[in-house]
């Protein structure tokens, strides 16, 4: 069975220019989540989605930030434009339903602004 | 509000030795905690504990939970070099009947010597 699939693996972009990072989740999975990690950091949530619904977007700066879960699989993160301080691990995980079932990770998008 | 603190932030052992990682919580509508190994990206699914005072245990790993005192401890024993990483300690919340979030600590990273 795959798993979380994102892309790309690493991007580096100049500063004030967009950036979008996809993820594709487990199949069947009806809760994704969008992580950023800092070096030294847990992750922290950006964005939960279940099924198509944004159900808990506290922590996106929605100035710059945006997401969104077409039909409720694929799922994108956007910055734009992108800040020296947006330099981290974007983690997108799915599960079944919220964390009553386990969660999986994709392998990250790393992120560098200069 | 809610966080997660882990203990201690970075340890170094030798091969053979047993170790223990703590982490303490203080979150409202703890719903389960869960441990995760992170070694390049994406973290992996270690345990999840929803009950306390009930041990898990996978191989030489093994897990615990305190609901009382608010917290949880992972033990290795007989470690190896392969078990050097980052641990993940995260606590799933309840928030208004549904799935709540994920709340990550720090983690603790762990260097085991040959």
């Known amino acids: 069975e795959a798993g979380v699939v994102q892309s790309p693996r690493y991007k580096i972009i100049e500063k004030k220019q967009p950036v979008a990072f996809w993820c594709n989740p487990i199949s069947g999975h009806n809760t994704l989540y969008w992580y950023r990690q800092n070096l030294g950091q847990g992750p922290e949530l950006l964005i939960r989605?279940?099924?198509?619904?944004?159900?808990?977007d506290s922590q996106l700066p929605k100035d710059r930030f945006s997401a969104e879960r077409l039909k409720g699989v694929d799922s994108t993160l956007k910055i734009q434009p992108a800040e020296l301080g947006d330099s981290a691990v974007y983690l997108c995980?799915?599960?079944?339903?919220?964390?009553?079932?386990?969660?999986?990770f994709g392998q990250g998008t790393r992120l560098t602004v200069v | 509000e809610d966080k997660v603190v882990q203990s201690p932030l970075s340890l170094v052992v030798h091969e053979g030795d047993t170790v223990t990682l703590n982490c303490s919580y203080e979150v409202t509508n703890f719903r389960s905690l869960l441990w995760y190994k992170q070694e390049k990206k994406a973290p992996t699914f270690l345990f999840m504990l929803t009950s306390s005072g009930i041990e898990k245990k996978s191989g030489r790993l093994s897990s615990i939970l305190d609901k009382k005192e608010l917290f949880s401890i992972l033990n290795i024993t007989a470690t190896q070099t392969g078990d050097s990483a980052i641990y993940l300690c995260a606590v799933g919340t309840n928030y208004g009947g549904s799935q709540g979030n994920l709340i990550f600590g720090k983690g603790t990273k762990l260097s085991v010597k040959p």
């Open positions: 989605y279940e099924n198509e619904e944004a159900v808990d």
């Open positions: 995980a799915s599960s079944l339903k919220g964390w009553s079932t386990e969660a999986f």
